[in-house]
């Protein structure tokens, strides 16, 4: 348990399913109040329902590319908690298919929710954080990718909108450590989310042949994600700002060469 968490208030983007769930339920566990986010209603109901403390939990349903819906999700904790002091934006959108025929439409698509709906969280988080009292005013998670770091067939503007997310990242920190507010970005490698399940069941030998050719041999679980978003918005990182944390099982570590044996 990280005491200096109970009855903080955390608004979760993308909370319906995957790792922004499994950030819901740790962090209900933690004894948090929690604001929920997601397009799919049913979805979102469903993370609230299943939490330790449901009660201490509400959910509005919208799409973080639209600028509101972060002022919606800020002005919510406000009403129904009193104040805001974490904000985990995770909601992504992704596209495949190469560059040379993505369509200005594709490509802005990825870039509203995944990087836009990012700045307005930030952007709606800050301006509720600083009215809070004490050094540690609030705390911000941005969930990026390792395609934000290197190139990947196919993603490329998710992977540039993630890439985006890493500056915003730094230069919210900067711009506000003064004020207590940190903000720090977690780079995931393969996780076993719906969406990664279902991409991975594609390849030629399925799900399980496509976790054995990754680092670990595995893909993470989104439980894994979700405990660095709690320790990062916790007290015990209190001097962690303005950092990337590569959550991947190692896959950031290796180079691409041919193995030698
Ligand atoms: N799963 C992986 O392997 C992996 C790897 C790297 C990064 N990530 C990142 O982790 C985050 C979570 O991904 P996940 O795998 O848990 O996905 P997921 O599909 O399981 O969950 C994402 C949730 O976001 C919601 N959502 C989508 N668009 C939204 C919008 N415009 N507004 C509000 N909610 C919206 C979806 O309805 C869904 O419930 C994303 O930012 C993703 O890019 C995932």
Same mark, same amino acid.
């Given at each position: 348990m990280y005491q200096d968490l109970q009855n903080r208030v955390a608004v979760i983007t993308g909370a319906g399913s995957g790792i922004g769930r499994a950030t819901a339920q740790l962090l209900s566990q933690e004894d948090c109040q929690l604001v929920l986010n997601d397009v799919n209603a049913d979805q979102v109901e469903a993370t609230r329902s299943e939490l330790q403390a449901p009660d201490r939990a509400v959910t509005l349903v919208g799409?973080? !590319? +639209?600028? =509101?819906t972060a002022d919606q999700l800020a002005a919510l904790a406000i009403e129904h908690f009193g104040a805001l002091h974490i904000w985990v934006n995770n909601a992504a959108r992704s596209l495949f298919g190469p560059l040379a025929s993505c369509s200005n439409e594709e490509w802005d698509t990825v870039f509203q929710v995944t990087l836009n709906g990012a700045f307005y969280g930030v952007r709606s988080a800050l301006q509720a954080m600083v009215? +809070?009292? !004490?050094? =540690? =005013?609030g705390a911000i998670v941005n969930i990026a990718s390792g395609a934000a770091l290197a190139g990947e067939e196919g993603l490329g503007a998710y992977g540039a909108a993630k890439a985006g997310l890493v500056n915003l990242t730094r230069t919210t920190a900067v711009e506000n450590a003064r004020a207590g507010i940190r903000c720090n970005v977690i780079l995931p490698g393969p996780i076993a989310t719906p969406p990664m399940l279902a991409a991975a069941a594609?390849?030629?030998?399925g799900v399980e042949g496509w976790a054995a050719q990754t680092v670990p041999g595995r893909l993470g679980q989104p439980e894994e994600i979700a405990r660095a978003i709690v320790f990062l918005v916790s007290e015990q990182a209190s001097y962690i700002n303005g950092a990337l944390l590569c959550v991947d099982g190692g896959v950031s570590a290796r180079t691409n060469s041919p193995r030698f044996n």
């Open positions: 799409d973080i !590319g +639209n600028p =509101a009215r +809070n009292p !004490g050094p =540690a =005013a594609q390849s030629p030998e």
